[in-house]
């Protein structure tokens, strides 16, 4: 399956964005989906992911309350919903998917990132 996250962007401290992690190339719905994001200088870490189906999310301690995950299979595509930024959000956010599993683990498709940027 191929990956493409997209929906990143400058935003001031407080704000909203709304990424997408668009498939293609296999049936979606077998690949459950997890978001990560990677701070300059600083390893990669979780963020949050999403089942197959779409019935269960979990979510890093940093993001609970803020982001949200879901999925429209019938579009191909995973959004993460940011709410109050905070400028230690500022990273490149990547989508991966695996049909094993999701959430803190070594995932097997990746896609692109995209630049999340929170201004304060």
């Known amino acids: 399956v191929q990956l493409q996250a997209s929906g990143g962007g400058l935003v001031q401290a407080g704000g909203s964005l709304r990424l997408s992690c668009a498939a293609s190339g296999r049936t979606f719905s077998n690949y459950a989906v997890t978001w990560f994001r990677q701070a300059p200088g600083k390893e990669r870490e979780f963020v949050g992911g999403i089942s197959w189906t779409g019935d269960s999310t979990r979510y890093a301690d940093s993001v609970k309350g803020r982001f949200t995950i879901s999925r429209d299979n019938a579009k191909n595509t995973v959004y993460l919903q940011m709410n109050k930024l905070k400028p230690e959000d500022t990273a490149v956010y990547y989508c991966?998917?695996?049909?094993?599993?999701?959430?803190?683990?070594?995932?097997?498709?990746w896609g692109k990132g995209t630049l999340v940027t929170v201004s304060s």
């Open positions: 991966a998917a695996d049909v094993r599993y999701f959430g803190n683990y070594d995932m097997n498709y």
